[in-house]
T-cell receptor, first 114, second 115 residues
Framework: GNSVTQMEGPVTLSEEAFLTINCTYT??????LFWYVQYPGEGLQLLLK?????DKGSNKGFEATYRKETTSFHLEKGSVQVSDSAVYFC?????????????FGKGTKLSVIP | EAGVVQSPRYKIIEKKQPVAFWCNPI?????LYWYRQNLGQGPELLIR????????DSQLPKDRFSAERLKGVDSTLKIQPAELGDSAVYLC?????????????FGPGTRLTVT
């Protein structure tokens, strides 16, 4: 079946530091990959996505590249801000298997300190 | 454009009591999802609707959980009777329209505490 593994948190960084949150997946066929962000007290928001190998998703300074050879979709940002403090979820859907169900990782909590 | 609306935001009940959650998806979105998010975990799908039809309810505990989506718009998720282990955040999401099925939009969730 499908599964997503992401690095455990919490992660604490100083403002303007470089961020990497690792994500690897297991899926048959050709999954689509996503990063969702959950700010305190809010629902999940789609941050970025990639639907095929070598695609790069980007939004708000965050980037992730769909690497089929390493089954990875690591999230990066060059300079984090306090406002980036949130929980980040890596997820996939496997439309090739006939399902649009999202399979999520456990989430990584990021805290950015001034 | 209004997002996915859920109510209530918080609910505290005693075990064995019934509880219901309501969701209004984004206008024009035909697909509606209910997820459960346990503390420190990612959301897990409970049920998916295509219009008014439940097309994937394999992970819905049918002995105590039920859901409906009358007229293919709003949806209600019910638990009867609730157990201590049902304490979680219940998330509703919808997809469709121009973004298609790839992008699911989530509501703020209902945080259920069973005492």
């Amino acid at each position: 079946g499908n599964s997503v593994t992401q690095m455990e948190g919490p992660v604490t960084l100083s403002e303007e530091a470089f961020l990497t949150i690792n994500c690897t997946y297991t899926a048959t066929g050709y999954p689509s990959l996503f990063w969702y962000v959950q700010y305190p007290g809010e629902g999940l928001q789609l941050l970025l996505k990639a639907t095929k190998a070598d695609d790069k998703g980007s939004n708000k300074g965050f980037e992730a590249t769909y690497r089929k050879e390493t089954t990875s979709f690591h999230l990066e940002k060059g300079s984090v801000q306090v406002s980036d403090s949130a929980v980040y979820f890596c997820a996939l859907t496997n439309s090739g298997a006939g399902s649009y169900q999202l399979t999520f990782g456990k989430g990584t909590k990021l805290s950015v300190i001034p | 454009e209004a997002g996915v609306v859920q109510s209530p935001r918080y609910k505290i009940i005693e075990k064995k009591q019934p509880v219901a959650f309501w969701c209004n998806p984004i206008s024009g979105h035909n697909t509606l999802y209910w997820y459960r998010q346990n503390l420190g975990q990612g959301p897990e799908l409970l049920i998916r609707y295509e219009n008014e039809e439940a097309v994937d309810d394999s992970q819905l505990p049918k002995d105590r959980f039920s859901a409906e989506r009358l007229k293919g718009v709003d949806s209600t998720l019910k638990i009867q009777p609730a157990e201590l282990g049902d304490s979680a955040v219940y998330l509703c999401a919808s997809s469709g329209g121009l973004a298609g099925r790839y992008e699911q939009y989530f509501g703020p969730g209902t945080r259920l505490t069973v005492t």
